[in-house]
Structures are given as structure tokens and as C-alpha cells.
């Protein structure tokens, strides 16, 4: 099922219907032509990217991000994108590259970095000394991809891969300071947000979360509730929903298919929940 769900390629931002490429580096902004990225979308491509100028809001999941110069953004397929907004003056430097570029020796290089899970986090503030470094690692990346010669796909294949390791070490600061400020609360419902993102196709019930965590739903829902503002029902519903509305796009599948892929009862019981969400039944929703 999950090849059903639309995701967007490499040449949506190429802009060309042919020569789709692997890796592909973006330093202007982009003026989307063929499919607008501010519908939720998969892409089937990875990328690390840092925020130059301006800011953007980007959601990512279950989660919202304000991006602002310096930031680190690190995507992946498995993750639900939708770009809220961009500022006029928002620029980013990223190398984006498809998994088979990455992963043609037969191993899959790209399942070994964490922040490109579905529960990641997505996108991280740096100092200004690493984001530096990281821009310029790129830069090198882009000058030894843009040399035509007989190993340009082995020598840029390698540097990406120094690139995601690099990132991971970043990743691995940034998680480690997090922890030691955040409160056993915060680090709780974080807990309960990656549980939601692993299980939400299958599993709905407040209780399911509440067993996993080792506390009672009481607790989950006054504690997710006081740190979120939102009751741990909204946040497993708007997991539903979004992936759902991702479907919904898709209009090779049927809205039955998509109500047994999200294990809903039938067609009537995932339109109510669906319509009760977003004011829409999932055949407006589709047609809109």
C-alpha cells in the first residue's frame, strides 16, 4: 500500500520531464511548476539543507518547525512535508539525492542516520561556526559533483556519505542538549509523539499509548495536554488525518482502499471520522 501514497521526484525541482537525476543541489529559490508543495506530500528523495536567509514554517509530521538562518533541515520519504509558509526573502542551500544513488553498492547506507527517521526531528538550530562548516562541505560536494569525469558519481557518492556522518554527530549534540534541559513531562509527551508516528495506522486508542509508556491514560492526557496544549486524541487524530489527506490525493486508490489501509471498519465509519476533522467527507476533500 505504502507505493500508493504520492511522493514527489527529483524533477519536480529539476523542472524537466526527462534526465531525472540523483543528485541534485538547490541554492535559488524555487518556483514550483509542476506539483505545489504546500498540499501534504512525500518526496521520494532524501536531503540535507541549511537555511540561509528569511524564514519558513515547514510541517513535519506531527510537528511544526520555524526555520530561521542557520538552521539545519534534514528530510527524508518517510516523512509528511507541508510548507506553510516562506518568506520572499527565504533561501537555503541543500544537496538533495535519491536513495539508489546513495545505496547503489546493495546496503542501505541511508537506514543508519536517525534524523532521517519518521520520529525525528527534522530540522535543528546550529551555531554559526557549524553551520559554516556545513555550508562549506556542501559547497565542496557541489564543486567536485560538477567535475565531469570517468569517477564524478563515486567521489560525490563518498562525500555524501562523509556529509550524513557529519550530521549525525550534529544531531547527536543537539539530542543530547535537548535532554538535559527538557523536563521529565516534555520528555514524556516526545515519547508519546514518536509513539503516535510509529503506530497511529493501527492503533488510535488513548490507552494503546498509555500501556506503551507504562503510565494510565489519565496521566498520558493531563501530561501530553499540559505540555502541548492538546489532548493525545487531537494528536493521534491529526496523524490519521494527515496521512489520509496524503491518500486522498492519490487517485488511484479508492476512499474504501484508503479506509482499510488506516484500519477503519469501513468506508462510512473513516468518512465520519474524516469529515468530523476536516468539515469535508474524504470525496469533497479529494474533488476540492
Known amino acids: 500500500m505504502t507505493k500508493h501514497i504520492p511522493t514527489y521526484a527529483l524533477d519536480n525541482l529539476h523542472g524537466k520531464d526527462s534526465d531525472i537525476p540523483d543528485v541534485l543541489f ?16 512525500r518526496t521520494n528523495y532524501y536531503g540535507i539543507g541549511i537555511c540561509l536567509a528569511g524564514e519558513a514554517r515547514l510541517a513535519a509530521n506531527l510537528e511544526t518547525y520555524e526555520i530561521i538562518p542557520d538552521c539545519l533541515i534534514a528530510m527524508s520519504p518517510h516523512v509528511i512535508k507541508q510548507w506553510h509558509f516562506k518568506s520572499d526573502d527565504f533561501r537555503s542551500f541543500a ?39 556545513l555550508k562549506r562541505f556542501v559547497q565542496f560536494i557541489k564543486e567536485k559533483s560538477d567535475r565531469d569525469n570517468k569517477f564524478s558519481d563515486e567521489v560525490t557518492r563518498s562525500l555524501i556519505n562523509g556529509l550524513l556522518y557529519e550530521v549525525a554527530s550534529l544531531y547527536e549534540e543537539y539530542n543530547l542538549n535537548m535532554e538535559a ?15 503516535v508516528n510509529q503506530n497511529f495506522i493501527s492503533e488510535r486508542s488513548v490507552s494503546f499509548y498509555a500501556e506503551r509508556l507504562f503510565i494510565t491514560p489519565n496521566h498520558l492526557t493531563e501530561t501530553v495536554s499540559a505540555v502541548t496544549g492538546r489532548t493525545p486524541g487531537a494528536w493521534i487524530a491529526e496523524a490519521v488525518v494527515l496521512e489520509a489527506s496524503v491518500l486522498l490525493h492519490n487517485p488511484a486508490l479508492t476512499v474504501a482502499q484508503i479506509a ?26 479529494r474533488k476540492g
Open 260 to 285: 482499510e489501509y488506516l484500519h477503519f471498519s469501513d468506508q462510512s465509519a473513516f468518512g465520519k471520522y474524516f469529515k468530523n476533522l476536516k468539515g469535508l467527507s474524504p470525496v469533497a476533500y
Open 26 to 41: 538547490l541554492s535559488q529559490p524555487l518556483n514550483q511548476t509542476k506539483e505545489p508543495l504546500i498540499i501534504p506530500h
Open 181 to 195: 534541559v527538557q523536563t521529565r513531562s516534555q520528555l514524556l509527551a516526545a515519547d508519546f509523539k514518536k509513539l
Open 95 to 133: 544537496i538533495l539525492f535519491s536513495k539508489n544513488f546513495l545505496n547503489s553498492s546493495g546496503e542501505t547506507l541511508t537506514d543508519r542516520f536517525p534524523f532521517f527517521e519518521s520520529v525525528a526531528r527534522h530540522i535543528f538550530l546550529l551555531s554559526s561556526t557549524n553551520a559554516e562548516n
